[in-house]
C-alpha cells in the first residue's frame, strides 16, 4: 500500500478528487491534508475490499476501476446497491455514524482505490458545511434508489427490470463499438439479478432471447446493447424512460 503524494506523480488523483460532489466543497489545503495521510492501493478483479459487519474507519476513493457495493437476504440473496467507478467515494455512512459496514465491497476489475482516514475525512467535513449538505443530498438519493428498487420488483415485469438495469449500466459505464454500446463492466447472471431482484435462470432467460433476436450480443464475458431502441421500448411501455 503505498502512501498518496499530491505533489508528485498523483497530482491527477487530487484534480480527481477535487471533481467530487461531496469533497469539491472542501478548501484546497484541508483536501491536499487529507490526501497526504491517505493510502493508495490497488486491487485486482473480484477482490473483497471489505465485508458487511466489520468495523469501518476508513473512506474510500475510487480512482481507477469499479467496486460492487452489495448486501445480502437472510436467505442469502444478493443485492446491489451501487457501481461505484472511477470518481466515487464510498464507506462514508459507516464512518459518519460509527457504525460497522453495512454492505460488501467487491472490485469488479482491478481497482485502484484511495483510502482515507475516518477521522480526517470528518475533521474535514466540520470545516465545510456545504459538503455536510452535500453528504445529505447524497444519502436521500441513495435512499430513493433504494426505493425504486423496491417498487420496482413489484410493480416492474422482469424484461423491464432487465432492461432497465442494461441500459442504467451503459450509461454509466459503457463505450461504443462497431455494433452497439458494450458495457465495461464483466457482470455474472447472478448480480444481474442482485441489481434487480431476480433469479439467474430468469435473467438466463430474457438475455438469450434478446441474443436470439439480435438486441444485444456477448463478448469475453462483456455485453453489448446492439439494439437500444428496443430496450428503452420496453420501459416506455411502463413509463420508466
Known sequence: MARADPQGNDAAILDLLARHRILRHLPADELQTMMRGAALQTWPDRATIFTQGQEGRSVLAVIEGYVKLSSSTAGGREVVLEVAGPGSVFGEVAVLNGWTRAADAMALSRARLLTIDGRAFLRALERAPAALFEVTRLLSERLRHAT?????????????????????????????????????????????????GLTRESINKHLSSWRDNGWITFTDGAITLVNLE????????????
Open 148 to 196: 425504486e428498487q423496491l417498487t420496482d420488483s413489484v410493480d416492474l415485469p422482469a424484461a423491464a427490470r432487465i432492461a432497465k438495469a442494461l441500459t442504467q449500466l451503459a450509461g454509466l459505464h459503457s463505450h461504443p463499438v462497431a455494433n452497439g454500446l458494450q458495457i465495461d463492466l464483466s457482470l455474472s447472471q447472478r448480480e444481474l439479478g442482485g441489481m434487480t
Open 230 to 241: 428496443a430496450l428503452q421500448a420496453l420501459l416506455v411501455d411502463h413509463a420508466y424512460v
